[in-house]
């Protein structure tokens, strides 16, 4: 039988659902308008910059990468709520400029304000603060599957809301549904009672040089850097190739639904091969391969609808695989201590990515041609393949929080020092002013009962 240290208590589960919500309907507002944005900007003023029309697509990704750790900090000294409410105003602002743009140019300005909406850091430490050290992984896992959720449904909703709406439509019903978001915040988001900094999944600036000299996280920074650059340049060019191939836009859905429905199906094998098997360093060299695979494909068989469909599973296969290892690996690659840091600089490099592949996408065609967005795509990928494959073997392990009453330092520093030799444990920290342990483990070999034992005495 389940105990209440078990199970997540009705507001841990509120908290998570709601604050999951939240974050998946802001990513909606960023991810909805990837497939069809190319398409619909050739009918502005200025629209026949494809270097303009990158810069409108990845503009978001600009100031969310400044502006992602800043956000947290604020509000951890202003407080999350405050944080959030001005993040989703900014991001409604930005949407309504954007529905009622007449050029390219206020298009960017209101994608750029959309960027500053940075919530994410502050979201995620309200998650923190609301949830019990014992299920905080599972609160962050709600946010991430969100996220990948959001991304399916973008891509299949768009075309039918191109059709219905078109893009102001889309950029208004975006605007609409973060003022909604905010409601969601006052009135089914609890407030914390205590509101700490936590180390597990907020940035601190004494930890930031650490994990900008560490050279395996920084293998792991690019490649979350050239996933997303490379999803936002394709973006550039695919919906045009679907055009070409006798699908209208409002068509492509198509495509996308049984594309990513098979990618979805087809990534699962590999990633049970990686947790289970230890077998994580293979399959991820093995997904940037496939994903070569799929841009070569791509941009040899563009003319051919079931080419290009053959294309896209192979590149999406990929795209999932790795989009679900790379922040398991950072968690297993970066030092407990600076674990949040880590996650912070992974997350705002994810967001620059997407500026620099939108804008370089845009670049590439407008002087080069729609096939230069596919070299670059496989060149991009060549380099993260050259970096991975000389990656070191990520250790199997696993990292649990446990919650801790009030300690002084010296204690804590002896309760570090015995966890640290518990068998199965490969790396401890004790957190007295967070009342938090943390312990990367060994699962196969770990003896949680000692652990639990040593708390007790705490």
Same mark, same amino acid.
């Given at each position: 039988?389940k105990?209440?240290k078990?199970s997540?208590?009705p507001?841990?589960?509120r908290?998570?659902?709601?604050?999951?919500?939240?974050?998946g309907?802001?990513?909606?507002?960023?991810?909805?308008?990837?497939?069809v944005?190319?398409?619909?900007a050739?009918?502005?003023?200025?629209g026949?910059?494809?270097l303009?029309?990158g810069?409108?697509?990845?503009?978001?990704?600009?100031t969310?990468?400044?502006?992602?750790?800043?956000?947290?900090?604020?509000?951890?000294?202003?407080?999350?709520?405050?944080?959030?409410?001005?993040?989703?105003?900014?991001?409604?602002?930005?949407s309504?400029?954007?529905?009622?743009a007449?050029?390219?140019y206020w298009?960017?300005?209101g994608r750029?304000?959309?960027?500053?909406?940075a919530?994410?850091a502050?979201?995620?430490?309200?998650?923190?603060?609301?949830?019990?050290?014992?299920?905080?992984t599972?609160?962050?896992?709600?946010?991430?599957?969100?996220i990948g959720?959001t991304?399916?449904?973008?891509?299949?909703?768009?075309?039918?809301?191109?059709?219905?709406?078109?893009?102001?439509?889309?950029?208004?019903?975006?605007?609409?549904?973060?003022?909604l978001?905010?409601?969601?915040?006052?009135f089914?988001?609890?407030d914390?009672a205590?509101?700490?900094?936590?180390?597990?999944?907020?940035?601190s600036?004494?930890?930031?040089?650490?994990?900008l000299?560490?050279?395996?996280?920084?293998?792991?920074d690019?490649?979350?850097f050239?996933?997303?650059?490379?999803?936002?340049s394709?973006f550039?060019?695919?919906?045009s190739?679907?055009?070409?191939?006798?699908?209208e836009a409002?068509?492509?859905?198509?495509?996308?639904?049984p594309?990513l429905?098979?990618?979805?199906?087809?990534?699962?094998?590999?990633?049970?091969l990686a947790?289970?098997?230890a077998?994580?360093?293979q399959?991820?060299?093995?997904a940037?391969?496939?994903?070569v695979?799929?841009?070569?494909? &791509?941009?040899? %068989?563009?003319? /051919? !609808?079931?080419?290009? +469909? #053959?294309? @896209? =599973?192979?590149?999406? $296969? *990929?795209?999932?695989? &790795?989009?679900? %290892?790379?922040? /398991? !690996?950072?968690?297993? +690659? #970066?030092? @407990? =201590?600076?674990?949040? $840091? *880590?996650?912070?600089?992974?997350?705002?490099?994810?967001f620059?990515?997407a500026?620099?592949? #939108?804008?370089?996408?845009?670049?590439?065609?407008?002087?080069?041609g729609?096939?230069?967005?596919?070299?670059?795509?496989?060149?991009?990928?060549?380099?993260?393949?050259?970096?991975?494959?000389?990656?070191?073997?990520p250790?199997?392990?696993?990292?649990?929080?446990?919650?801790?009453?009030e300690?002084?330092?010296?204690?804590?520093?002896?309760?570090?020092?015995q966890?640290?030799?518990?068998?199965?444990?490969?790396?401890?920290?004790?957190?007295?002013?967070?009342?938090?342990?943390?312990l990367?483990?060994?699962?196969?070999i770990?003896?949680?009962?000692?652990?639990?034992?040593?708390l007790?005495?705490?």
């Amino acid at each position: 039988m389940k105990t209440s240290k078990d199970s997540m208590t009705p507001v841990e589960r509120r908290a998570s659902l709601g604050l999951a919500g939240i974050y998946g309907l802001r990513m909606l507002g960023l991810f909805i308008i990837l497939p069809v944005f190319a398409l619909y900007a050739e009918h502005l003023p200025g629209g026949d910059n494809k270097l303009l029309v990158g810069v409108a697509l990845g503009a978001y990704g600009l100031t969310q990468a400044i502006l992602q750790i800043p956000s947290g900090l604020m509000s951890d000294r202003y407080g999350r709520k405050p944080v959030i409410y001005i993040s989703l105003l900014l991001f409604a602002l930005g949407s309504f400029i954007a529905a009622f743009a007449h050029d390219i140019y206020w298009v960017i300005i209101g994608r750029v304000i959309q960027g500053a909406g940075a919530l994410n850091a502050a979201v995620m430490a309200l998650a923190a603060d609301l949830t019990r050290e014992e299920h905080r992984t599972k609160a962050m896992a709600m946010i991430g599957i969100t996220i990948g959720i959001t991304f399916s449904i973008s891509l299949v909703l768009s075309p039918l809301l191109y059709r219905a709406i078109d893009v102001p439509g889309i950029f208004a019903m975006t605007g609409v549904l973060a003022l909604l978001a905010m409601l969601v915040v006052k009135f089914v988001i609890p407030d914390p009672a205590i509101t700490r900094f936590h180390s597990d999944t907020e940035a601190s600036g004494k930890h930031l040089g650490e994990v900008l000299r560490h050279k395996e996280l920084l293998r792991l920074d690019f490649g979350i850097f050239t996933l997303h650059a490379i999803l936002r340049s394709v973006f550039m060019q695919v919906p045009s190739v679907l055009r070409s191939n006798g699908l209208e836009a409002a068509q492509h859905w198509h495509v996308y639904l049984p594309v990513l429905l098979m990618a979805f199906v087809l990534m699962v094998p590999p990633i049970i091969l990686a947790e289970k098997k230890a077998r994580m360093k293979q399959v991820f060299v093995g997904a940037i391969a496939l994903a070569v695979l799929g841009q070569l494909t &791509l941009m040899l %068989a563009q003319h /051919s !609808l079931w080419g290009v +469909v #053959a294309a @896209l =599973a192979l590149f999406f $296969t *990929a795209f999932n695989i &790795l989009e679900a %290892a790379l922040p /398991s !690996l950072i968690s297993k +690659v #970066a030092p @407990l =201590a600076s674990k949040g $840091t *880590a996650m912070g600089v992974y997350s705002s490099v994810q967001f620059l990515g997407a500026f620099f592949g #939108a804008s370089a996408g845009g670049l590439l065609m407008q002087y080069f041609g729609g096939d230069a967005v596919f070299v670059f795509a496989i060149v991009l990928l060549l380099l993260w393949l050259a970096a991975a494959s000389t990656m070191q073997v990520p250790a199997t392990v696993r990292t649990r929080l446990y919650h801790l009453p009030e300690l002084d330092e010296a204690s804590s520093s002896t309760l570090q020092q015995q966890l640290s030799q518990v068998r199965g444990v490969r790396e401890a920290m004790v957190v007295a002013a967070e009342c938090m342990a943390c312990l990367k483990v060994d699962t196969q070999i770990f003896d949680e009962a000692a652990v639990e034992q040593l708390l007790k005495g705490a």
